[in-house]
């Protein structure tokens, strides 16, 4: 099992930036892949971005693309997206999740994560 708890969410002005952290424990020793994913009101989850920890590839949005950077820490407890130029329309309920399956490599997919945290709110006022 693995428990995760995102932080780092808030409000912010367009323009400004946040960084998203999730903390990761349990058998993390035992994960292959972390991802953000982003639920706004009325709106379908979106996968923002993904890492695998065997070769760093990554996966971004087109809706993020150049604006975000996700990275993890070397222990693969703690996880992280940073995201820049804020847009009213990146408002949503943000999700960290990781994989427990290994998949190979490359971007990992938006289907290979099955463990999921509880979400911090994001919220970008124009």
């Known amino acids: 099992q693995v428990q995760l708890v995102e932080s780092g969410g808030g409000l912010v002005q367009a323009g400004g930036s946040l960084r998203l952290t999730c903390a990761a424990s349990?058998?993390?020793?035992?994960?292959?892949?972390m991802g953000w994913f982003r639920q706004a009101p009325g709106k379908e989850r979106e996968y923002v971005a993904g890492i695998r920890y065997i070769d760093g590839s990554t996966y971004y949005a087109d809706s993020v693309k150049g604006r975000s950077f996700i990275s993890r820490d070397n222990a693969q407890r703690t996880g992280y997206l940073q995201m820049n130029s804020l847009k009213p329309a990146d408002t949503a309920v943000y999700y960290c999740?990781?994989?427990?399956?290994?998949?190979?490599?490359?971007?990992?997919?938006?289907?290979?994560?099955?463990?999921w945290g509880q979400g911090t709110q994001v919220s970008v006022s124009s």
């Open positions: 999740a990781v994989g427990s399956v290994f998949r190979g490599l490359g971007p990992p997919a938006r289907t290979e994560y099955d463990y």
């Open positions: 349990g058998r993390t020793d035992s994960t292959y892949a």
